[in-house]
């Protein structure tokens, strides 16, 4: 309180005799404090406490003694004041006009009022709770509340001397300008305290607004200075010594020009100053102190610690720069570098001084960088943490050793010298940070008051000292050890997971694209896309919608399994459709894709129509023939026509997609399997050379993961009974990603959702075995490949473009409601391709077309050969009589030349077509054939002939070859291998060599005899 109203006084919030009555009655019951108060009481003014324990107090301006007993609120007397009495008070507050102070008004003040007879702008009730309010705000910090204080009592100190010696020049005392700017400094980062101190000194405040002057025209120093106090003089002196340019100069006067015609505003004002002044910090700060908080209420935060931090970075031009790829710039030679202490010969040859790192903006880059997963971000969190405690126990460490050192240095000084010891800033070391910073962290708020004694009284602290950090030291490590473990784990647990990128948006994108209406979207989309090309270029595309292409067979039976696994275990369908399902599995699907049929149980066999179907392929009728499934045949060239609706399209899709993905799995497998090999082989070839050991896993050597349960070789397999067990519910999910990411690391993510897929599948083939059009679709794509409109060889396919048109006309019939799609399985080089077109259905014709080609071919053939008569003209009968001499003639003397040469030729084969059933028929007996007479006679004498000739060439090659070839001794071992006579262990027996004639050839027979034994048996 006593603060307060010191305080309080001099912002004329109350009087002197009132505030001699507040400090009565606080000082109530000790009367040598109330006589203290005396030394702080202006002159004239004086408290005496007389036996009866009444104050009286004695004023310089009224003869009278006004009485105040203490413990009561006294009443402040008014004094009045004569013009010619007494030494006039100065002005509480200073108003600084003018360059010097010399000009101030000594006229006196006409009175002295008591404060609820002026008009303050400020309470006393606000004085209080403003100091209350820095007290409470600086509890952890008490020292800048004391220092607070300490410039208020410094401040009043020094008007009470400026009063006493008014009349002499040189004792200004502290001003009200200098009393802010010392608080602003005390309370930096408050800003609302330092408004709220700026309500009890205006003048101050507005100390930036009297440095404004008039800018019709460009204004000289000495006129600028005209309009501020003493300080701002000082300030634009040191600016213009500074910038040693006056063109410079006067671009930063225009500045402050456009500030006090109020064009623009203190935070632009900042930042138009910058370039000048954010070389020079002391300015800089001085100049920011002239603005004021409120001016700069909405400068952009960090605008000059950039600038100041940068040492003038507005003046490197980074663009023009030569450039180390996109994130690097070279500063030019005229940068002034910053100064660093403690470098070493060492820094200064490999630190970098020369290159910048210059960010690239997202705008001007197309480098596209992916969002971490939460694995990612986990991986780091567990790195910063151990980097942190590392960081950690290496400066506790350091500083451990530096006090060691600084302790062994103790122990060798005899006392004398120990107390007169002192350490540095750097507490023995050469870094004053590694130190601070471990002291600090085990101190906290007396680390200050460690440091300092660390300092003056080594001998003494730093024992103390060290013991605590070697009691932190091994605290710590011992933390650090558990810390490990938990790290450990989550490491094993988010490695994995980590390095896939694809896994979680994999499954939610997969989710969607497998539903029914996404699949339907997917060829619609690009059917109107195939539609708004063609009718831009005016031409029809004839082209399918999609194409699949099936590499491996053997991935349909891996399909059909999982499939017919999953169909077995489920509850809510029924026998029959189980075992329709499996017939479409098993031999349906295997006979469209050209692949080896499944076995089917008893009660699985094949329907009447589909046998009759199968027994009509063997004998070669309409449809496409099938070998016996045991000696199977790869077909090429061949196709399968399959019109579909929506359902069967579905199920394709499912299934292509289930194929494609076990193929990708088998694959990946394989890959491993492969690359694990050469690795192997490579390591025992470097290691039998002694170049190098064997090398290891590097993420199980950083315990990252652990060793999978499951050999290479058994990948696939394993996978395939992963599945099998998730559809049983017997794995769970997360497991059984997780297993899949130990085998196929960021391959796996493709495995994730085939239990989704078969589910889907499994869905369609319940609607393919008990919807009615779908039944339909199947029936009428049998009857089409019975006979022979559904299917065959690619090379005679246009001459079932009649009989293909008509199945689809059928087809559309049957799916009157629904999408029609064609869907071909061309069988080319051992790879089946499954095309998929979406059809226009929307004009349908109303009868087959087959039908009415043929109705109309017979129409036209009656009308021209029946009911017209033919009519020729006279000479062109006789030229065509002619023509036909001619031609009678040439036949004769064909039929001589024939008959010369021996040839017999006959081409009467007849063929006729069926109406009933548009198939084409042989007449029987009716055939083309040409044969030349005496051929094989001829053949029979001339053979020997032939044959002499061809073996006479043969022998003589042969002959050239040996010469060449084979040396003479061996010839003769293979001679003697030839009679036996060869020194391997041989069962006895004699070998001999007949010379006979073949055919008119002379060749050797070898005979072997064996004596004593029978011969052994042939291998």
Not at 40 to 54: D, H, Q, S, T
Not at 56 to 64: G, R
Not at 238 to 250: G, H, I, T
Not at 289 to 298: A, I, M, P, V
């Amino acid at each position: 309180c006593f603060t307060i109203w010191s305080l309080s006084v001099h912002m004329k919030l109350i009087d002197t005799p009132g505030v001699i009555n507040r400090v009565s009655q606080l000082f109530h019951g000790h009367p040598d404090l109330v006589l203290g108060f005396n030394a702080f009481l202006p002159p004239g003014y004086r408290i005496e406490v007389p036996k009866n324990g009444m104050a009286f107090l004695q004023s310089p301006f009224s003869a009278q003694v006004s009485p105040s007993p203490q413990g009561k609120s006294p009443v402040a007397p008014a004094v009045a004041a004569t013009s010619g009495t007494g030494p006039p008070e100065p002005p509480s507050r200073l108003s600084l006009p003018l360059t010097s102070r010399e000009s101030q008004n000594p006229a006196a003040t006409s009175s002295v009022s008591p404060p609820a007879s002026e008009t303050s702008p400020v309470e006393f009730d606000s004085a209080i709770s403003y100091v209350n309010k820095i007290k409470n705000r600086f509890l952890d910090h008490p020292e800048i509340y004391r220092a607070f204080l300490e410039i208020l009592h410094t401040y009043q100190k020094e008007q009470l001397e400026v009063k006493e010696s008014r009349g002499s020049r040189g004792s200004s005392g502290m001003t009200e300008d200098e009393v802010f700017s010392k608080v602003a400094s005390l309370f930096k980062g408050q800003e609302d305290l330092l408004a709220e101190f700026g309500q009890f000194l205006p003048d101050a405040k507005r100390s930036l607004k009297k440095m404004k002057y008039s800018c019709t025209k460009d204004q000289s120093f000495a006129s600028v200075g005209k309009h501020g106090v003493l300080r701002e003089f000082s300030f634009f002196d040191k600016v213009r010594r500074l910038f040693k340019s006056q063109e410079v100069y006067e671009n930063f006067l225009r500045c402050i020009a456009l500030f006090n015609q109020e064009v623009v505003s203190g935070a632009e004002l900042l930042q138009l100053v910058t370039p000048f002044l954010g070389k020079f910090p002391e300015l800089y700060t001085q100049f920011k102190s002239f603005l004021g908080d409120k001016e700069l209420s909405h400068a952009v935060s960090g605008l000059s610690d950039r600038y100041m931090e940068g040492g003038g970075g507005r003046e490197v031009d980074y663009a023009s720069c030569k450039r180390l790829g996109s994130s690097y710039r070279a500063l030019p030679k005229t940068y002034q570098q910053p100064k660093c202490s403690g470098r070493t010969a060492l820094c200064k040859e490999v630190l970098n001084d020369t290159w910048v790192s210059f960010p690239s903006w997202s705008e001007d880059s197309t480098f596209v960088s992916s969002k971490k997963t939460p694995y990612e971000e986990q991986l780091h969190r567990c790195e910063d943490e151990r980097f942190e405690l590392d960081v950690v126990l290496e400066t506790n460490l350091a500083t451990i050793r530096v006090l060691e050192s600084v302790q062994k240095k103790l122990s060798r000084l005899s006392p004398e010298d120990q107390d007169r010891f002192r350490l540095d800033d750097c507490l023995g070391g050469t870094s004053e940070v590694i130190q601070r910073r471990a002291v600090y962290r085990i101190y906290g708020d007396k680390a200050p008051e460690i440091i300092e004694g660390l300092k003056r009284s080594p001998a003494t602290a730093v024992p103390v000292v060290l013991k605590r950090l070697k009691a932190k030291e091994e605290e710590w490590r011992e933390a650090q050890q558990g810390f490990n473990k938990i790290w450990r784990e989550q490491y094993e647990k988010a490695y994995l997971k980590s390095l896939d990128h694809q896994g979680v948006n994999f499954k939610q994108n997969d989710m969607k694209a497998l539903r029914s209406k996404s699949l339907l979207n997917e060829i619609e989309s690009i059917y109107d896309e195939r539609q708004e090309q063609s009718t831009e270029e005016g031409a029809s595309s004839s082209e399918p919608h999609m194409v699949f292409t099936y590499e491996d067979k053997q991935i349909l039976e891996d399909a059909a399994s999982l499939i017919i696994y999953h169909v077995k275990r489920q509850p809510t369908i029924h026998k029959d459709d189980k075992d329709h399902i499996k017939r479409i599995i098993q031999h349906f699907v295997p006979d469209l894709f050209f692949s080896r049929r499944g076995e089917l149980s008893d009660t699985e066999e094949w329907t009447d129509e589909e046998a009759e179907l199968e027994e009509g392929g063997d004998k070669g009728g309409g449809g496409t023939p099938r070998p016996p499934q045991a000696h199977q045949k790869e077909l090429d060239g061949v196709y399968n026509l399959f019109f579909v609706n929506n359902n069967w399209y579905f199920f394709l899709r499912l299934h292509q997609t289930l194929c494609s993905r076990l193929l990708r799995v088998y694959r990946q497998a394989e890959r491993q399997l492969l690359e694990h090999r050469a690795e192997q082989s490579r390591e025992r070839l470097l290691m039998a050379e002694g170049r190098r050991e064997k090398a290891c896993d590097l993420a199980m050597e950083l315990r990252l993961k652990q060793p999978s349960e499951v050999e290479l070789e058994e990948y696939y397999p394993a996978f395939l009974d992963m599945v099998r067990s998730l559809l049983d519910g017997n794995l769970d999910s997360t497991q059984y990603e997780d297993t899949l990411r130990e085998m196929f690391t960021i391959h796996a993510y493709i495995g994730f959702t085939i239990d989704k897929v078969i589910h889907n599948i499994i869905r369609q083939l319940q609607h393919l075995v008990s919807d009615e059009v779908c039944l339909q679709v199947v029936e009428l794509y049998l009857a089409e490949r019975k006979r022979g409109a559904a299917g065959g060889n690619l090379s005679s396919q246009c001459v079932r473009a009649a009989w293909e048109t008509s199945y689809q006309w059928k087809a559309e019939r049957v799916m009157a409601e629904e999408n029609c799609f064609k869907v071909m399985f061309i069988q080319n080089k051992g790879q089946v391709t499954m095309t998929i077109e979406l059809l226009d259905t929307e004009e349908a014709q109303a009868d087959d077309p087959l039908d009415v080609q043929v109705n109309t071919y017979l129409l036209t053939i009656s009308k021209l050969g029946y009911f017209f008569k033919p009519v020729f003209l006279p000479r062109n009968l006789r030229r065509f009589r002619r023509w036909q001499v001619r031609q009678v003639e040439a036949m004769r003397c064909r039929r001589e030349w024939h008959r010369q040469l021996g040839v017999e030729n006959a081409g009467s084969l007849d063929c006729r077509f069926k109406l009933n059933t548009h198939k084409m028929v042989f007449v029987m007996n009716s055939e083309d054939y040409m044969y030349r007479r005496g051929a094989l006679v001829k053949a029979r004498k001339s053979q020997h002939r032939v044959a002499a000739s061809q073996h006479e060439r043969f022998d003589k090659w042969h002959q050239s070859w040996l010469t060449n070839h084979v040396t003479a001794s061996a010839e003769r071992s293979v001679q003697n291998w030839l009679m036996g006579e060869d020194e391997e262990d041989l069962i006895p027996c004699k070998t001999t060599c007949l010379s006979t004639e073949v055919k008119g050839q002379m060749v050797n027979r070898y005979q072997v005899h064996y004596s004593g034994s029978k011969a052994p048996s042939s291998p």
